[in-house]
């Protein structure tokens, strides 16, 4: 089993930053792209940033400039550090991964943490 468990979310005033931190753990070969996503009730999750196994990164337009996305391969661990948080910024954050379970040879799998809220207010 697999499991990706994110922490970090918080009550947040706008101008602020906030550190979130995702460990994937279990029976773990090895791992590929990490990202973070987000959703907002009744609306669809969307890309925050990914970032491949070797550093490259991608980020969604509206975070450009604020949010910095990083790893530690060591730790099987993907970080989002955001700052100049905006109330549009508030959303339940979801990290993503593409793993390859031990045991396995080749094809990775998708797997969701169960998300931790950010909420950016005054």
């Known amino acids: 089993q697999v499991h990706l468990v994110e922490s970090g979310g918080d009550l947040v005033q706008p101008g602020g930053s906030l550190r979130l931190a995702c460990t994937a753990s279990?029976?773990?070969?090895?791992?590929?792209?990490m990202g973070w996503y987000r959703q907002a009730p009744g609306k669809q999750r969307e890309l925050v940033a990914v970032?491949?196994?070797?550093?490259?990164?991608k980020y969604a337009d509206s975070v450009k400039g604020r949010f910095t996305i990083s790893r530690d391969n060591a730790k099987n661990t993907v970080y989002l550090q955001m700052n100049n948080l905006k109330p549009e910024d508030t959303d339940v954050y979801y990290c993503?991964?593409?793993?390859?379970?031990?045991?396995?040879?080749?094809?990775?799998?998708?797997?969701w943490g169960h998300g931790t809220q950010v909420t950016v207010s005054s």
């Open positions: 993503n991964a593409y793993i390859r379970p031990a045991g396995r040879a080749s094809n990775y799998d998708s797997y």
């Open positions: 970032i491949s196994d070797g550093g490259n990164t």
């Open positions: 279990g029976s773990i070969a090895n791992i590929n792209t």
